[in-house]
Nanobody
Framework: QVQLVESGGGLVQAGGSLRLSCAAS????????MGWYRQAPGKQRELVAT???????NYADSVKGRFTISRDNAKNTVVLQMNSLKAEDTAVYYC?????????????WGQGTQVTVSS
């Protein structure tokens, strides 16, 4: 079994910062990529940022220059540093991992953490 545990969500004022962390645990052979998605009320879930095995990062245009994703391979964690937060960043943020559980490759989702940005 593999679990993704998210932390760091909360309520902040516009212009503030939050740091989201996601830790993968269980029978993990290797992690190929990890990332963050978000879903606001009435909207589709969208990609925020991802980081691959080689350290290649990808960001949604709406967060470029404000968010930074990083990966700690030794701890099987991914961190999303969110700066200059805007009201439109308000959403439930979900951690995602593409990994090998033993010999089986599959994707896993975290349960989500609420981020609310107030004006």
């Amino acid at each position: 079994q593999v679990q993704l545990v998210e932390s760091g969500g909360g309520l902040v004022q516009a212009g503030g910062s939050l740091r989201l962390s996601c830790a993968a645990s269980g029978s993990i052979f290797s992690i190929l990529a990890m990332g963050w998605y978000r879903q606001a009320p009435g909207k589709q879930r969208e990609l925020v940022a991802t980081v691959t095995t080689g350290g290649t990062t990808n960001y949604a245009d709406s967060v470029k220059g404000r968010f930074t994703i990083s990966r700690d391979n030794a701890k099987n964690t991914v961190v999303l540093q969110m700066n200059s937060l805007k009201a439109e960043d308000t959403a439930v943020y979900y951690c995602y991992a593409e990994l090998y559980e033993g010999l089986v490759r599959r994707g896993y989702w975290g349960q989500g953490t609420q981020v609310t940005v107030s004006s």
